[in-house]
């Protein structure tokens, strides 16, 4: 269910990123098609991530901020591997805001704060009061 939520979420704003009026909001409700993606990885090896500490780790991996959308097979050769390894695999991704996360220099606390920030504002785009 919160895998469901967050496709939701980042599904919404993609739409608002892309000025849709009238944005289908579930392009592909099929999680075994476009599946969520913790950059930071739920099971990150600490030696692969050593700029995030037991306790960042644990702050920061369920973030909307570190979650991004995937193809199933994009999310598979992502895996748990560190960040520049999956850099590639986000740039070619046709979801313009994964797209964005493969443009960082470095991943850490503060990317993940920073990208927070943005799609905040995002959310009050796509649903606005």
């Avoid at 097979?73 to 046709?94: D, I, Q, R, W």
Wanted: aromatic share 10%.
């Amino acid at each position: 269910m919160l895998n469901d939520l967050g496709r939701y979420y980042l599904r919404a704003l993609e739409a608002a990123n892309a000025d849709e009026n009238e944005p289908w909001y579930v392009q592909n409700d099929d999680p075994s098609a476009v599946t969520l993606e913790h950059i930071l990885p739920t099971n990150a090896d600490a030696q692969d991530w050593k700029q995030f500490d037991e306790e960042d780790r644990r702050r920061f991996t369920k973030r909307l901020g570190n979650l991004c959308l995937l193809t199933k097979s994009g999310n598979e050769s992502a895996g748990n591997l560190p960040f520049e390894s999956k850099t590639a695999t986000y740039t070619s991704s046709p979801y313009a805001l994964t797209n964005e996360v493969g443009a960082y220099g470095a991943w850490t606390s503060k990317e993940i704060e920073a990208r927070q920030a943005r799609l905040s504002t995002l959310a009050l785009k796509a649903w606005p009061i």
